[in-house]
């Protein structure tokens, strides 16, 4: 084994564990609670809901992660197929605070909803929380009222929107039923109302009864706010399903699961994957042995796996166009790391090929930013990074982002970091982003702080300064780390690096049925 595998495969042991974090939920106690009462869990429910054998993308599952909230955030999201459509799927958690939305719940639907807009995904709500989280109300409430907006906001796109209610579903909650196309709720189980029983007492002083104030029955037959009554949770995901079926949406069907005689796997097994990366960044690696591993192999209409774009100029960046599961793609990959006025200009031209071929893009990150230095600076470093983040940021074609090693300052925004909207962005355990590496910013910390002292006409402490620098050098490399950034719903997940075609692939299909935007324009060029 090499140590590049031993090291990566730690990493992934630690990425399973945390996903099993996310799957407990809120914890052995309150899952039996849950199916006790006869009910199923967030996972279980998209289970059901989903074509039978089909893929679920999950995304965000790291979200909250090192917050003071469960993994997960509450609340499960991601892409799976139902009636031969693709949806965008969001499931409270019961089990996890009665699936209140905290602040990175929140930041996690955001999202969600964000992925659904962009490929034109109708977007299936399967509703069971109790609201918000009270004790961190502050940082909800304000935000929180775009859920409403997006909600309706999809409507209007004709993107539909399917509520199916559960269980609780109080205040905010109560208007995802309301704000969306379609409704179920289950008998007995949903209850949907503004406000509860103790609140309406304290407002009203009325004596409420739960389920004529917001029973599905109730709502079924007296208010109107459910179009269809379930007899159960199978009942009413049946029911969901029949809603997809009759939405029109032929035209967006999911491909079936390509075929390999449509197009070839990679020419070296995805397996191996965990041997090209070094999980120490310092090491450098030839990033076309990750694109052989997750692009599809020759075969026909596609006689070379990757044909690269200027091979021998600016060469710490790797371009060129490749397949995946027969999508065209063009691809950007950071070989050495740094980014030199070469690398920028090739990447600025790489970049408008693409959009003038419609050509969707994948970025493979492993840089440490734009060359420093007299001689870069007078060379113009500067605009020529600003051209290359200028077409990033104006290219209109689809983007996907892998942040395979390093992603450190504003390589991490000309290689379409989370700020740039990438369609999708994932994150292998390897990854580390920040505005620059730990030691670089303890050393800029030192020499102006040394620099400080000298003007003062102080006395240095040498003692404090090799102190403050290893607390800062360890408090940025823990800032870092994929799975904080994850938590902090910077990626839409961390992934097992052998898993990266398929994750791709599934993007690249969901990419492929929304319709093209416009071509756009870029900004100034500035020569
Ligand atoms: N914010 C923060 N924590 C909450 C919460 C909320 N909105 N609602 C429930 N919790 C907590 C509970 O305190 C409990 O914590 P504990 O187990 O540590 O004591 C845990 O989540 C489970 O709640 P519990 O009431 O035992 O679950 P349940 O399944 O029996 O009931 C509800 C679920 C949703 C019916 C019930 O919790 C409830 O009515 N919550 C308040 C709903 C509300 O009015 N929200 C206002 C939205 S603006």
Same mark, same amino acid.
């Given at each position: 084994?090499?140590?590049?595998?031993?090291?990566?495969? %730690?990493?992934?042991?630690? =990425?399973?564990? /945390? +996903?099993?974090?996310? *799957?407990? !939920? $809120?914890?052995?106690?309150?899952?039996?609670?849950?199916?006790?009462?006869?009910?199923?869990?967030?996972?279980?429910?998209?289970?059901?809901?989903?074509?039978?054998?089909?893929?679920?993308?999950?995304?965000?599952p790291?979200?909250g992660?090192?917050?003071?909230?469960?993994?997960?955030?509450?609340?499960?999201?991601g892409?799976?197929?139902? %009636?031969?459509v693709?949806? =965008?799927?969001? /499931? +409270?958690?019961?089990? *996890?605070? !009665? $699936?209140?939305?905290?602040?990175?719940?929140?930041?996690?639907?955001?999202?969600?909803?964000?992925?659904?807009?962009?490929?034109?995904?109708p977007?299936?709500?399967?509703?069971?929380?109790?609201?918000?989280?009270l004790?961190?109300?502050?940082?909800?409430?304000?935000?929180?009222?775009?859920?409403?907006?997006?909600?309706?906001?999809a409507?209007?796109?004709?993107?539909?929107?399917?509520?199916?209610?559960?269980?609780?579903?109080?205040? $905010?909650?109560?208007?995802?039923?309301?704000?969306?196309?379609?409704?179920?709720?289950?008998?007995?189980?949903?209850?949907?109302?503004?406000?509860?029983?103790?609140?309406?007492?304290?407002?009203?002083?009325?004596d409420?009864?739960?389920?004529?104030?917001?029973?599905?029955?109730?709502?079924?037959?007296?208010?109107?706010l459910?179009?269809?009554?379930?007899?159960?949770?199978?009942?009413?995901?049946?029911?969901?399903?029949?809603?997809?079926?009759?939405?029109?949406?032929e035209h967006?069907?999911a491909?079936?699961?390509?075929?390999?005689?449509?197009y070839?796997?990679?020419?070296?097994?995805?397996e191996?994957?965990?041997?090209?990366?070094?999980?120490?960044?310092?090491?450098?690696?030839?990033p076309?042995?990750?694109?052989?591993?997750?692009?599809?192999?020759?075969?026909?209409?596609?006689e070379?796996?990757?044909?690269?774009?200027?091979?021998?100029?600016?060469?710490?960046?790797?371009?060129?166009?490749?397949?995946?599961?027969?999508?065209?793609?063009?691809?950007?990959?950071?070989?050495?790391?740094?980014?030199?006025?070469?690398?920028?200009?090739?990447?600025?031209?790489?970049?408008q090929?693409a959009?003038?071929?419609?050509?969707?893009?994948?970025?493979?990150?492993?840089?440490?930013?734009?060359?420093?230095?007299?001689?870069?600076?007078q060379?113009?470093?500067?605009?020529?990074?600003?051209?290359?983040?200028?077409a990033?940021?104006?290219?209109?074609?689809?983007?996907?982002?892998?942040?395979?090693?390093?992603?450190?300052?504003?390589?991490?925004?000309?290689?379409?970091?989370r700020?740039?909207?990438?369609?999708?962005?994932f994150?292998?355990?390897?990854?580390?982003?920040?505005?620059m590496?730990?030691?670089?910013?303890?050393?800029?910390?030192?020499i102006v702080?040394r620099a400080?002292?000298?003007?003062r006409?102080?006395?240095?402490d040498?003692?404090?300064?090799?102190?403050?620098?290893?607390?800062?050098?360890?408090?940025?490399?823990?800032?870092?780390?994929?799975?904080?950034?994850?938590g902090?719903?910077?990626?839409?997940?961390?992934?097992?690096?052998?898993?990266?075609?398929?994750?791709?692939?599934?993007?690249?299909?969901?990419i492929?049925?929304?319709?093209?935007?416009?071509?756009?324009?870029?900004?100034?060029?500035?020569?």
């Amino acid at each position: 084994m090499t140590g590049a595998r031993a090291a990566m495969q %730690e990493r992934v042991a630690e =990425l399973d564990a /945390a +996903h099993a974090q996310a *799957v407990a !939920g $809120g914890g052995e106690k309150y899952v039996a609670r849950h199916h006790a009462r006869g009910r199923l869990l967030p996972r279980e429910r998209i289970e059901l809901l989903l074509d039978e054998g089909s893929a679920f993308l999950e995304l965000s599952p790291l979200a909250g992660w090192g917050s003071d909230f469960a993994v997960g955030a509450s609340v499960v999201t991601g892409i799976g197929v139902v %009636e031969g459509v693709q949806c =965008l799927i969001t /499931a +409270h958690d019961p089990t *996890v605070r !009665g $699936g209140a939305s905290n602040p990175w719940t929140l930041r996690k639907i955001f999202r969600a909803n964000q992925i659904a807009a962009e490929n034109d995904l109708p977007l299936i709500s399967l509703v069971e929380s109790a609201g918000a989280d009270l004790p961190t109300q502050k940082e909800i409430f304000i935000p929180g009222g775009r859920l409403f907006r997006d909600l309706t906001r999809a409507s209007a796109r004709r993107q539909p929107t399917i509520a199916v209610v559960f269980g609780s579903s109080t205040a $905010g909650g109560a208007y995802v039923p309301g704000l969306s196309d379609h409704t179920v709720m289950v008998k007995g189980a949903a209850q949907v109302f503004l406000a509860g029983p103790p609140l309406v007492k304290m407002a009203t002083g009325e004596d409420a009864d739960e389920e004529a104030l917001g029973g599905a029955e109730m709502h079924a037959r007296v208010s109107g706010l459910a179009d269809h009554l379930a007899e159960d949770e199978h009942d009413a995901i049946r029911i969901a399903r029949r809603i997809v079926a009759r939405l029109g949406r032929e035209h967006c069907a999911a491909p079936e699961p390509a075929t390999s005689t449509e197009y070839a796997e990679p020419e070296v097994d995805p397996e191996t994957l965990l041997d090209v990366v070094p999980v120490d960044l310092r090491e450098p690696f030839d990033p076309r042995e990750v694109v052989r591993r997750v692009v599809d192999g020759p075969g026909p209409g596609n006689e070379v796996a990757f044909d690269e774009f200027k091979a021998l100029y600016g060469t710490s960046l790797v371009t060129g166009w490749a397949r995946l599961h027969g999508h065209p793609i063009g691809i950007l990959a950071n070989a050495q790391g740094v980014l030199f006025s070469e690398e920028a200009q090739k990447a600025t031209q790489f970049i408008q090929l693409a959009n003038s071929s419609r050509t969707p893009l994948l970025f493979l990150h492993n840089t440490t930013g734009f060359m420093v230095g007299e001689r870069y600076e007078q060379g113009g470093i500067i605009k020529h990074g600003s051209a290359m983040i200028n077409a990033v940021a104006n290219s209109t074609v689809p983007h996907l982002s892998v942040l395979v090693g390093a992603s450190y300052g504003a390589g991490n925004y000309g290689m379409n970091g989370r700020a740039f909207d990438p369609r999708f962005l994932f994150s292998w355990p390897s990854a580390k982003s920040a505005v620059m590496g730990p030691a670089q910013l303890a050393g800029v910390l030192s020499i102006v702080a040394r620099a400080g002292a000298e003007a003062r006409g102080q006395d240095y402490d040498e003692a404090a300064d090799a102190a403050m620098r290893a607390m800062v050098e360890q408090q940025i490399e823990e800032q870092s780390l994929p799975f904080v950034l994850s938590g902090m719903v910077y990626d839409d997940g961390v992934i097992d690096p052998r898993d990266t075609r398929t994750v791709l692939g599934i993007c690249l299909s969901v990419i492929a049925l929304a319709p093209d935007p416009d071509a756009g324009s870029f900004g100034v060029f500035r020569m």
